[in-house]
């Protein structure tokens, strides 16, 4: 009964200093060298008609957090309606009607950049080619080749956008990543 009472203590102490002291110091070390935007840039909304429109986001930039609206709630799909006008265009991707659970969600999907084209091209003066060439160069693919969706960081493209100016010579320009 002594034995197991000094294990079961050891244990205690060691899982205390290991899960208590020791990861959280790697995983904070760690998060010192690895480059990432600032929250601010990223949830700032994006209402510009010329440059490429980011998720619809609950936080409005204050916080993070979900709406938590199951999808039988009335006012999730209120505010999908309203969306929905609010997009330009017959198609419009999932990903714009629906609010990113985080309100730090930098990417959208490809259908969601290509479906945004029509628009852009018409407020930019851009060939709808050269847009399309644009969003293709930065997909970002899934990870490891298998897991999750291919998708567009919307800061990349509307970085690389800006830098196109609003009417490049057709079919001439180049792409910086």
Not at 74 to 96: I, M, T
Not at 110 to 121: F, H, S, T
């Amino acid at each position: 009964m002594n034995r197991q009472i000094k294990i079961a203590f050891r244990f205690t102490i060691l899982s205390t200093l290991g899960l208590g002291i020791v990861f959280p110091f790697l995983v904070t070390s760690i998060g010192l060298f690895v480059p990432f935007a600032p929250p601010s840039l990223l949830t700032q909304p994006i209402h510009e008609e010329t440059l490429f429109q980011g998720r619809p986001s609950m936080s409005g930039g204050a916080y993070s957090g979900a709406s938590n609206l199951s999808l039988t709630n009335p006012e999730l799909w209120k505010q999908v309606e309203e969306r929905l006008k609010q997009a330009s265009g017959s198609f419009v991707s999932r990903d714009l009607l629906f609010s990113s659970a985080s309100g730090y969600d930098p990417y959208i999907s490809v259908q969601g950049a290509l479906c945004q084209i029509p628009r852009i091209a018409q407020t930019r003066h851009i060939d709808k080619e050269i847009l399309e060439r644009l969003v293709k160069h930065h997909i970002q693919s899934k990870l490891w080749g298998f897991i999750g969706t291919e998708k567009i960081n919307i800061l990349d493209l509307n970085e690389n956008l800006k830098k196109l100016g609003t009417s490049p010579k057709q079919g001439i320009f180049r792409i910086e990543k």
